[in-house]
């Protein structure tokens, strides 16, 4: 069966959310954040998306992952092509995420949900 | 489960096309999320993915504002008879009127299913609530995707959840911008925990607003 384990499960926003998980292998894993984005009023057009990064209890970033899509704010928020991420850390040891927007144009609220989930 | 990201693009063009290496011969289901653009009309629009030449599945949406970039409903689909080596991708335009915007993108994962037995994957179209039957082979947690799309005639946050033997075990839920516009929601992959055993599961809404028609499309996977 597979090893596979929840950051967040349909977590309202605003971003950033912030929590931490603890590495349950020490097998390469992949993760992944979904969700929905859109650029704030009064910004220039261009790409929206969200972010999730993970980092040790030294604050040093240990994987990255994001999704990005169309920002125009017609047409309202979208869901975002999330790319999986992957990378390999120590099982039994504690981790920080971050799920945040890609940039800072990016709005969220609380009528946003994200998901994020991490497979061994 | 192993995972490979194969590719993951700002889509300037279609065909779109890419090589990558398979690193196992085990059973190996390729993931695509896209997003495209309308040309002048509203109506269905899409990529076909191809392997190797031949197409098998194509990730669409309705699109009913022109002109306006919309993520499709992402898909899994088996890869057929996977071997080691290299091997060629190509996203092409469903429709006519599938073109990409200035702001599309496009990304493939291949999941490779160690275990013998075939992952449940149920991909169809039309209204929502629909159900049918799976068999766990076996007991424990697997790892269950949603992915489709729906409207709705005002704006409110609403969503598509999964229902196992009724009960709902994942949902995904957004905020559309425009009442009676489809609209793909976030895929999700969650955990769900399973027995060895027949289920009843199904795709249904988070709130009795929400619409679907014979344009939507949905695809439930568990993937072992």
């Not at chain 1, 984005?37 to 040093?60: C, F, M, Q, W, Y």
């Not at chain 1, 981790?95 to 994020?116: I, L, M, W």
């Not at chain 2, 590719?7 to 695509?32: C, D, E, G, H």
């Not at chain 2, 040309?39 to 031949?54: E, F, M, S």
Request: with cysteine.
């Amino acid at each position: 069966m597979a090893l596979v384990q929840q950051l967040l499960d349909q977590h309202p926003g605003p971003l950033p959310i912030k929590g931490t998980f603890q590495c349950l292998s020490t097998e390469v894993f992949d993760f992944i954040v979904t969700g929905v984005s859109v650029r704030k009023p009064n910004t220039a057009l261009g790409v929206a998306g969200v972010e999730i990064i993970l980092t040790d209890n030294t604050g040093k970033q240990v994987g990255y992952t994001s999704g990005t899509i169309d920002g125009t704010l017609m047409g309202g928020r979208r869901a975002i092509i999330s790319q999986f991420g992957q990378t390999s850390l120590n099982a039994g040891e504690t981790y920080n995420f971050e799920v945040r927007p890609v940039y800072p144009e990016c709005a969220s609220d609380g009528k946003d949900f994200y998901t994020a989930t991490i497979i061994y | 489960m192993d995972i490979q990201e194969i590719f993951s693009v700002q889509l300037t063009r279609l065909p779109y096309t890419t090589k990558f290496k398979m690193i196992s011969n085990a059973q190996a289901f390729l993931y695509v999320a896209a997003s495209v653009t309308a040309r002048g009309a509203a109506g269905l629009i899409g990529v076909n993915v191809k392997i190797d030449g031949t197409v098998l599945a194509a990730s669409v949406v309705y699109a009913n504002e022109p002109a306006s970039s919309r993520p499709t409903v992402a898909m899994i689909v088996k890869i057929p008879n996977p071997t080691v080596g290299e091997h060629e991708l190509t996203l092409e335009a469903t429709t006519q009127i599938t073109m990409t915007g200035p702001l599309d993108y496009a990304c493939g994962t291949i999941f490779y299913q160690g275990m013998s037995v075939d992952p449940f994957i149920w991909r169809f179209s039309g209204k929502v609530p629909q159900y049918t039957k799976f068999k766990s082979p076996m007991s424990g947690k697997a790892v269950l995707y949603l992915a489709g799309s729906a409207y709705i005639k005002t704006p409110q946050v609403c969503g598509l959840s999964v229902v196992m033997d009724g009960n709902v075990v994942a949902k995904t839920q957004m905020l559309p911008g425009i009442g009676n516009s489809h609209f793909a929601l976030p895929p999700i992959f969650v955990p769900v925990q399973l027995k060895p055993k027949m289920y009843d599961i199904g795709v249904s809404t988070t709130i009795g607003e929400m619409l679907s028609d014979d344009n939507d499309n949905y695809e439930i996977g568990i993937l072992f």
